[in-house]
């Protein structure tokens, strides 16, 4: 089977092609059925409705929606394999009772508390510090489990040498302390990532690294095979290829699928092939509109534009350069956009900026012609360019002498902004708060 691929897709469908009895470890972080505003990863306000309105049917739809997915996942999990759902109290007992349905109760291992501490509002019930991990394996018998530990503090191991310290006569010696330290048990105090965390990267839902190194450790051995198939901005596959397992991600959008691929780049994986991206215009046309504008950036290793400059009409950046480009998921873009965009450049200190869109009116090229006799030069770049010949868009946008790519490794990694708003604060909004 391949592995080191992240598949742009459906898990469900992208389940359904996996060979049964093949992966040892699956961790899947689903969208919660609370978390409403998970999709407004770099979005708006429009993105934290369309996310309410997939759950229309309620708890029921949503646990159906998992079940159809979970049977996939047994299909495919060895029978020495082990599967982790991450859930939060909204859901976790409605997931336990449909999984436990279809592992059988008997394969339940563990309800994991992962407790954290967080900044929290006013509230009029017991702040909520946890998130519940629930592990089942296919066949409990057989299940790859490696005990993990955590080292003794100095005053523990204290406690403990004077407590186990046994005198016989002359003789003075200690009694079962484990070397290791002291046996995992299932609730695990794992920090969240802050804001000054050095391996955040702005993805809303993003796990800890240290989280998913003690779910691959203890359930999957070196050259084991790890998915995650709602891999997000990739953490469990990161983790299992810095413990030297192989891994495979599916995710159903390409702005994460990006984001991991060069993540796992990032810690050393030489290759990663992203398999299912959108390569037609027809693919693009169908993408949601921020997704579209991720991709677009993504394809011309651009930066992501902060919010401040996205309400200026900019919505990203050239590689090198760092001249402003506005992207239109439209087609005949007319004078008006190159007119307002005209002033945006002007605004943003520069001399040359880029519209890419699908298709342009004629006025829109007389427009970017009047604009140069006046020193602004406004270029205006195709999808149909970006797929056909991305070589000289590169060199138009200076990103490129020769036209060849620039190394992925060289593309920046997405910058945290503080100005944008966080998903808390757009939820709030849309709900009229703020
Ligand atoms: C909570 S996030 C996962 C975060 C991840 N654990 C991390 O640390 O980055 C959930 C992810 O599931 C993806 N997703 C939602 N529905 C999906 C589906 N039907 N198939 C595949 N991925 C899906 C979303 O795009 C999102 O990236």
């Not at 047994?74 to 939060?88: F, N």
Request: net charge neutral; with cysteine; hydrophobic share 35%.
């Amino acid at each position: 089977m391949d592995t080191g691929v992240i598949y742009c897709d459906d898990n469900r469908q992208r389940l359904g092609h996996l060979p049964a009895n093949s992966v040892d470890l699956i961790y899947l972080d689903p969208p919660f059925f609370s978390n409403r505003h998970y999709e407004v990863i770099w979005g708006d306000e429009a993105e934290v409705r369309s996310f309410e309105d997939r759950w229309e049917g309620g708890i029921y739809h949503y646990i159906e929606w998992m079940k159809e997915r979970i049977f996939e996942m047994k299909r495919v999990l060895k029978p020495t394999g082990s599967l982790y759902l991450h859930c939060d109290s909204h859901a976790s007992h409605y997931l336990k009772v449909m999984v436990d349905d279809v592992f059988g109760q008997e394969n339940f291992r563990n309800e994991i508390i992962w407790r954290y501490r967080r900044w929290t509002g006013a509230s009029r019930s017991f702040l909520r510090m946890h998130d519940t991990i629930l592990f089942y394996a296919k066949d409990a018998d057989q299940a790859t489990f490696n005990r993990q530990f955590t080292p003794y503090t100095e005053a523990s191991l204290a406690r403990k040498q004077s407590y186990h310290t046994r005198i016989k006569g002359d003789d003075v010696y200690v009694t079962s302390i484990n070397p290791k330290g002291v046996a995992e048990n299932d609730v695990w105090e794992i920090q969240l990532l802050n804001s000054q965390s050095r391996e955040r990267l702005g993805y809303p839902t993003q796990k800890p690294e240290a989280l998913l190194e003690r779910i691959v450790k203890a359930s999957s051995n070196p050259g084991d095979i790890v998915l995650d198939p709602f891999a997000g901005c990739g953490t469990a596959l990161v983790v299992a290829h810095r413990f030297n397992r192989q891994w495979i991600g599916i995710d159903i959008s390409p702005t994460a699928c990006n984001l991991m691929r060069r993540r796992i780049m990032k810690v050393g994986a030489l290759e990663v092939r992203l398999v299912g991206m959108p390569t037609t215009m027809d693919d693009l046309r169908a993408l949601k509109p921020f997704e579209f504008q991720n991709w677009i950036v993504d394809r011309v290793n651009g930066i992501q534009s902060n919010r401040k400059s996205g309400d200026m009409g900019i919505d990203g950046w050239t590689f090198f350069l760092h001249e402003p480009v506005q992207i239109k998921q439209s087609e005949g873009v007319g004078r008006n956009v190159i007119d307002n965009f005209e002033t945006a450049v002007e605004r943003a200190g520069k001399k040359r900026g880029f519209v890419i869109a699908f298709s342009y009116t004629k006025n829109s090229h007389e427009e970017t012609a009047r604009a140069r006799r006046g020193g602004m030069d406004i270029q205006l770049v195709t999808v149909e360019d970006l797929l056909e010949r991305l070589d000289e868009v590169f060199v138009r946008m200076g990103t490129s002498a020769t036209g060849a790519l620039p190394g992925l490794e060289a593309a920046p990694m997405p910058q945290i902004d503080s100005k944008r708003r966080s998903a808390e604060e757009l939820v709030k909004s849309d709900e009229g708060r703020a």
